[in-house]
């Protein structure tokens, strides 16, 4: 399967990345420098060394809460809103593909027993109710 982008005009709201296309070796990245959340998946054979590194302080400026799902097992229907809160796209995510929700609004919903999602965003949070509104 290939990369899904939903989107409205330009703006990319989410990434669908199969399993077959996030896992298939060597360092990908799946989102632009100009997102605020930035997704790769990296795979090597055994001996391959990557040079240890640390991160400098940068300044930034975040104006959205970006999330990234992992389904390590099962699968989810996530359902993606414009930013005008209109259903426009309904994506299965199942086990080893990756979501990006860039913009917009999102939802979900468990279609399998024992499903198991990782969820990653970017901080700081600043609670629920600063941070989100109900759709």
């Known amino acids: 399967?290939?990369?899904?982008?939903?989107?409205?005009?330009?703006?990319?709201?989410?990434?669908?990345?199969?399993?077959?296309?996030?896992?298939?070796?060597?360092?990908?990245?799946?989102?632009?420098?100009?997102?605020?959340?930035?997704?790769?998946?990296?795979?090597?054979?055994?001996?391959?060394?990557?040079?240890?590194?640390i991160h400098n302080e940068v300044p930034r400026q975040v104006f959205w809460t970006q999330e990234v799902l992992y389904v390590r097992k099962g699968a989810i229907k996530a359902s993606v809103y414009n930013t005008e809160e209109k259903k426009v796209a309904e994506l299965v995510i199942s086990t080893g593909d990756v979501a990006i929700l860039l913009?917009?609004?999102?939802?979900?919903?468990?279609?399998?027993?024992?499903?198991?999602v990782l969820e990653v965003k970017n901080g700081p949070y600043v609670g629920a109710d600063r941070d989100r509104r109900r759709l």
Do not use: C
């Not at 989107?7 to 996030?22: F, S």
């Not at 420098?33 to 990557?50: C, K, M, N, R």
């Not at 913009?103 to 198991?116: A, N, S, V, W």
């Open 103 to 116: 913009r917009g609004g999102h939802g979900y919903e468990i279609l399998e027993d024992g499903t198991e």
């Open 1 to 53: 399967m290939s990369i899904v982008e939903i989107k409205e005009g330009d703006l990319v709201l989410a990434r669908h990345i199969p399993a077959d296309a996030a896992w298939n070796g060597g360092l990908k990245f799946f989102s632009h420098d100009g997102d605020f959340i930035q997704v790769g998946t990296w795979g090597y054979p055994s001996g391959t060394l990557l040079k240890a590194h």
